[in-house]
C-alpha cells in the first residue's frame, strides 16, 4: 500500500497549514526541518519545536474524506468531462443524505468560504480549470479533498486529504507507466471514482442514522 506522511505547520494564523508527502521523502524533510527549527529557536529564543509523523493507507484516506464531510459547512464538488459526471452523481447522493451540497460550475453555486469543503474528482490531478478552482478555494482557507492518479500533480499539492486511485491517464503518463489496461482514457480512474464515491456515501449513511426510505425523501419530485 501506499505511505504519506500528513504534515501540520502552525504559522501566525490561527489555522495551520497542513498537506502530505511519500513516506520515502521523511528523511529528506526532517533535515530542512531541523535546519528551520535551529533557525526559528535563535529567532525567537523558543524552548522547542514540536512535531509528529502518521503513516496511513487507502482505507484511512477514505475515512479522513469521511470525517471531513461531517466536520464541513457545506460541500462543494467538482470535476471536468466523463469524470465530472461521476461527480454529479455523488453530489446528487451527497443531498440525499441532507448535505448542503452544490456542484461547482452550476448557476446557482455560490461562494466557497472557510468552513466549506471542496471535493475535487481529477485522474491527472492537472485539469487547468480544476486547480483554478482549488486555487480559489485555498484562498478562502476552504479544505480541499481530491481523488486522483496523481497525489504528486498541483491538485493533490494544495488537497488537505488525498484518496489515490490506481489508474492511467495520457494527461500524467510520466506518472502512471506502470499501469497496464485496454481501455482508452480515464476509464479506470472513472469506474473506481464511481465506486469510491459511493462507498463514502455508504459509510455516512449510519454514521448520519440515514436508510434508503429516509433519502429516497429527499429525491427529485420534479423531473
Known amino acids: 500500500m501506499s505511505k504519506w506522511i500528513r504534515w501540520f505547520k502552525h504559522n501566525e494564523s490561527i489555522y495551520p497549514e497542513v498537506g502530505?508527502?511519500?513516506?520515502?521523502?521523511?528523511?529528506?524533510?526532517?533535515?530542512?526541518?531541523?535546519?528551520?527549527?535551529r533557525k526559528v529557536l535563535k529567532e525567537t529564543g523558543a524552548d522547542h519545536v514540536i512535531y509528529a509523523t502518521k503513516e496511513y493507507d487507502e482505507e484511512d484516506e477514505v475515512k479522513?474524506?469521511?470525517?471531513?464531510?461531517?466536520?464541513?459547512?457545506r460541500i462543494f464538488i467538482a470535476g471536468a468531462g466523463r469524470s465530472g459526471f461521476c461527480a454529479r452523481g455523488f453530489a446528487n447522493r451527497m443531498m440525499h443524505l441532507g448535505f448542503t451540497v452544490y456542484f461547482v460550475g452550476e448557476t446557482t453555486t455560490p461562494s466557497i468560504q472557510e468552513g466549506d469543503l471542496l471535493i475535487v474528482g481529477s485522474g491527472s490531478g492537472t485539469t487547468a480549470s480544476l486547480v483554478s478552482d482549488c486555487k480559489k478555494a485555498k484562498a478562502q482557507k476552504a479544505i480541499i479533498a481530491t481523488l486522483t492518479i496523481?497525489?504528486?500533480?498541483?491538485?493533490?499539492?494544495?488537497?488537505?486529504?488525498?484518496?489515490?486511485?490506481?489508474?492511467?491517464?495520457?494527461?500524467?503518463?510520466?506518472?502512471?507507466?506502470?499501469?497496464?489496461?485496454?481501455?482508452?482514457?480515464?476509464?479506470?480512474?472513472?469506474?473506481?471514482?464511481?465506486?469510491?464515491?459511493?462507498?463514502?456515501v455508504m459509510d455516512l449513511m449510519p454514521i448520519l442514522g440515514e436508510t434508503e426510505d429516509t433519502m429516497f425523501k429527499r429525491h427529485a419530485n420534479m423531473e
Not at 68 to 73: E, G, P, S, W
Not at 180 to 197: A, D, H, K, M, R
Open 150 to 200: 496523481c497525489p504528486e500533480a498541483p491538485i493533490g499539492e494544495m488537497a488537505d486529504a488525498i484518496i489515490t486511485i490506481p489508474g492511467a491517464t495520457q494527461k500524467n503518463a510520466e506518472h502512471t507507466n506502470d499501469v497496464v489496461t485496454e481501455q482508452p482514457g480515464g476509464n479506470l480512474f472513472e469506474q473506481l471514482s464511481w465506486l469510491i464515491y459511493d462507498s463514502i
Open 20 to 37: 502530505q508527502m511519500p513516506l520515502k521523502d521523511l528523511e529528506s524533510v526532517l533535515k530542512e526541518f531541523g535546519s528551520e527549527a
Open 64 to 73: 479522513e474524506v469521511v470525517e471531513l464531510c461531517q466536520k464541513a459547512n
